[in-house]
């Protein structure tokens, strides 16, 4: 099993800077995979980042790509997401989600997740 917990979200006007954090537990096996999802409300969840745990690979979606730094501190069992120049349109729950399978950002595919952490973006 892996517990996930994120922490970080909050209100923030456009143009400015939060940082994500998601500590997690459990067997690092199960966790290959680590990503940052998100979901506006009447949207579908969508992928945003996501690491591999041995490589520290990263892939991002095209709509934060420059903008967004996902990172993992394996020594703390804690995954970011440093968020820069933030839009609007960024405004979402935010979920941090691991898996044993290395994935890419399909968030159908992911096993563990956490509870969300509310990001607002105001203009």
């Known amino acids: 099993q892996v517990q996930l917990v994120e922490s970080g979200g909050g209100s923030v006007q456009a143009g400015g800077s939060l940082r994500l954090s998601c500590a997690a537990s459990?067997?690092?096996?199960?966790?290959?995979?680590m990503g940052w999802f998100r979901q506006a409300p009447g949207k579908e969840r969508e992928g945003v980042a996501r690491i591999f745990l041995g490589s520290g690979n990263t892939y991002y979606a095209d709509s934060v790509k420059g903008r967004f730094t996902i990172s993992l501190d394996n020594a703390k069992n804690t995954l970011y997401l440093e968020m820069n120049t933030l839009k609007p349109e960024d405004t979402a729950m935010y979920y941090c989600?691991?898996?044993?399978?290395?994935?890419?950002?399909?968030?159908?595919?992911?096993?563990?997740w956490g509870q969300g952490t509310q990001v607002t973006v105001s203009s």
């Open positions: 459990g067997y690092t096996y199960n966790r290959n995979s």
């Open positions: 989600a691991a898996d044993p399978i290395y994935r890419g950002l399909d968030p159908n595919t992911y096993t563990y």
